[in-house]
C-alpha cells in the first residue's frame, strides 16, 4: 500500500513564494512518476507537473511554467512543489499523486494513488 501525506501550503501575498511537500510511504518510491495536480472551487482538478522516475526528468503545465518547480529526494521518499510568483489564480487544493507506470500522462484518473490535498491561497 503506498499513502501520501502533504505538508505545507497555506496563504500568501501575490507574487510570494511558497513551497509544499508530499512524504510517500511504500516501496520502490523513486520508481514511481509523482506528479502534483490542484483544484481551485467549482473546476475540475488541473495538471500542475510531474517528475519522472525513469528518465529523471520534469513536466510543467505552461500555466505554472517558470514559476514553480518540482523536485524529489529519492532517500527521503518526498516530493517537493516550490512555488514563486504566486498569483490569485493559483488558489488552489494541491494534491499529490503516484504513479508507477512508464506511460506519460497528464491526466489525473491515470495516477494511482493520492494524498489528501493541501490548501493554497493566494491573496490580491
Known amino acids: 500500500q503506498v499513502q501520501l501525506v502533504e505538508s505545507g501550503g497555506g496563504l500568501v501575498q501575490a507574487g510570494g513564494s511558497l513551497s509544499v511537500s508530499c512524504a510517500v510511504s511504500?516501496?520502490?518510491?523513486?520508481?514511481?512518476?509523482m506528479a502534483w495536480f490542484r483544484q481551485a472551487p467549482g473546476k475540475e482538478r488541473e495538471f500542475v507537473g510531474v517528475?519522472?522516475?525513469?528518465?529523471?526528468?520534469?513536466f510543467y503545465a505552461d500555466s505554472v511554467k517558470g514559476r514553480f518547480t518540482i523536485s524529489r529526494d529519492n532517500a527521503k521518499n518526498t516530493v517537493y512543489l516550490q512555488m514563486n510568483s504566486l498569483k490569485p489564480e493559483d488558489t488552489a487544493v494541491y494534491y499529490c499523486?503516484?504513479?508507477?507506470?512508464?506511460?506519460?500522462?497528464?491526466?489525473?484518473?491515470?495516477?494511482?494513488?493520492w494524498g489528501q490535498g493541501t490548501q493554497v491561497t493566494v491573496s490580491s
Open positions: 499523486a503516484a504513479k508507477s507506470t512508464e506511460v506519460f500522462t497528464t491526466i489525473a484518473r491515470f495516477y494511482d494513488y
Open positions: 511504500g516501496r520502490t518510491f523513486s520508481r514511481y512518476d
Open positions: 517528475t519522472r522516475w525513469s528518465r529523471s526528468s520534469t
